[in-house]
């Protein structure tokens, strides 16, 4: 009986002869332990993508940032990573503490190489650890259940040209994100994040900010 596979999978696994593959994969390959080079990989990354799951079953995934080895491998199946400030929806956040199940795909575009893990998540409000990730709302801790790597033949080959100028720096600030200049937010924005905007230069249109995301200001 499979963890992995239900019809769906197993009859295209059979309409293209890859049924002894899968199981391969689902017996051989993948694990529910990081690997030291595995962990190695994780802490050495900027960025991952983040799959979640909400409520009513539909699947999103989020781009997550940060300094290098912002994403830690706190044990064998372990790892913590920081939440930064967003677009206010909390969507993944939400998804996460709804249905628990996510997704993370870490990638080497230079070199190129990919890791996929599995788990379940969990938020953290951990004092001691939160105060090292200066800027962080809160924490997320993901429980590993599978940690495999994938084929890289289809990865584009890619070269980082600078770090995000939108990190929190050591004390935790960083700039004011272009959207939230937009005339259509100012109501819905935070009394801190108003005083910001006088102190950016001020509300924006979305002619003035299309020019911001074009310059990839926004």
């Not at 199981?23 to 694990?31: A, P, S, Y």
């Not at 590993?144 to 980082?160: A, D, M, T």
């Amino acid at each position: 009986m499979s963890n992995y596979y239900g019809a769906a999978h197993r009859a295209f696994q059979d309409e293209f002869d890859t049924r002894r593959l899968a199981d391969l994969m689902e017996g051989g390959v993948m694990h529910a332990e990081l690997a030291p080079h595995e962990i190695d990989f994780i802490q050495s990354r900027d960025m991952f993508f983040l799959a979640t799951v909400d409520p009513q079953g539909r699947p999103t995934v989020s781009y997550k940032g940060g300094a290098t080895g912002f994403v830690r491998v706190a044990g064998p199946n372990a790892l913590i990573f920081p939440w930064y400030d967003g677009n206010g929806m909390f969507y993944s956040a939400g998804n996460l503490v709804e249905t628990a199940n996510v997704g993370l795909l870490f990638i080497d575009f230079l070199r190129p190489n990919r890791l996929r893990v599995q788990g379940a998540a969990a938020i953290s409000r951990d004092p001691a650890i939160l105060a090292t990730y200066p800027g962080a709302q809160f924490l997320v801790g993901v429980t590993v259940e599978s940690v495999w790597v994938n084929c890289p033949r289809y990865i584009h080959g890619y070269q980082k040209i600078a770090d995000s100028k939108y990190l929190p720096d050591a004390a935790g600030e960083a700039p004011l994100p272009g959207w939230k200049r937009l005339d259509v937010a100012q109501e819905a924005l935070t009394p801190k994040d108003r005083a910001a905007v006088d102190a950016a230069g001020g509300v924006i249109d979305v002619d003035a900010y299309g020019e911001l995301v074009a310059k990839g200001e926004g």
